[in-house]
């Protein structure tokens, strides 16, 4: 298995635009996080999904930040318009499925947007 | 004051030496993770706990669900350790994992 896949890994973008990153979850996890990881804040749950339901959003910094899960297999993260405090290493990471599965989350290699 | 306190923020030891990582926690919890951040900057799951022990080669975690403390060891450490490692627990009833800082370990030849 080729695990989580993020993209692109580094993202350098100017104030104003729209950012989109992208998730691909490890076939048959039922379960999709998105974190922020920060020097001054370090890792944050920003959103998760269960069955592409968003269940937890509260992460969310504001309304410039928005995320979606059309299929099992593809999730992303959007921020329009981008500010030059959202320049951090965003992490994707997906979990099996109930009990059997237990509680481990496996990690994308993560996308490090820089906003100018 | 943060849910998730870990200590030290950053270590420093020689190779071979005993390492320990502390981790507390202040609510109501389902499991602990150990995580580990090479510095390339990939993250990895050492461990979950919900009580007891684990091991797993040189690397060792424990749990005190009733002093709300968990402990990650490392003997005869080796350079490649170096590493942050990240604590985070699961909240009772939620799926949502909360972190702590980070312990930043680097380890000398």
């Known amino acids: 298995d080729a695990g989580v896949i993020q993209s692109p890994r580094h993202e350098v973008t100017e104030m104003g635009q729209e950012v989109t990153l992208r998730c691909k979850p490890i076939s048959g996890h039922d379960y999709l996080f998105w974190y922020r990881q920060t020097m001054m804040r370090g890792l944050e749950l920003l959103i998760y999904f269960n069955n592409n339901v968003p269940i937890d959003d509260s992460g969310m910094p504001e309304d410039r930040f928005s995320a979606k899960m059309p299929n099992a297999s593809f999730s992303t993260l959007k921020i329009q318009p981008s500010e030059p405090r959202d320049s951090a290493v965003y992490f994707c990471?997906?979990?099996?499925?109930?009990?059997?599965?237990?509680?481990?989350?496996?990690f994308g290699p993560g996308t490090r947007l820089t906003v100018l | 004051k943060n849910e998730v306190e870990q200590s030290p923020q950053n270590l420093t030891a020689q190779e071979g030496e005993f390492i320990t990582i502390n981790c507390s926690y202040s609510?109501?919890?389902?499991?602990l993770h150990w995580l580990q951040q090479h510095p390339g900057g990939g993250i990895v799951s050492l461990f979950m706990?919900?009580?007891g022990k684990k091991k797993h080669g040189r690397l060792i975690a424990t749990i005190n669900i009733q002093e709300k403390h968990s402990s990650l060891h490392i003997t005869a450490s080796h350079p490649r350790d170096s590493a942050v490692y990240i604590c985070?627990?699961?909240?009772?009833?939620?799926?949502?994992?909360?972190f702590g800082t980070g312990t930043r370990l680097q380890v000398f030849p």
């Open positions: 609510v109501g919890i389902s499991a």
């Open positions: 706990l919900s009580s």
């Open positions: 990471a997906s979990r099996a499925p109930g009990l059997a599965g237990g509680d481990t989350q496996y």
């Open positions: 985070a627990v699961r909240s009772s009833g939620t799926d949502k994992l909360i």
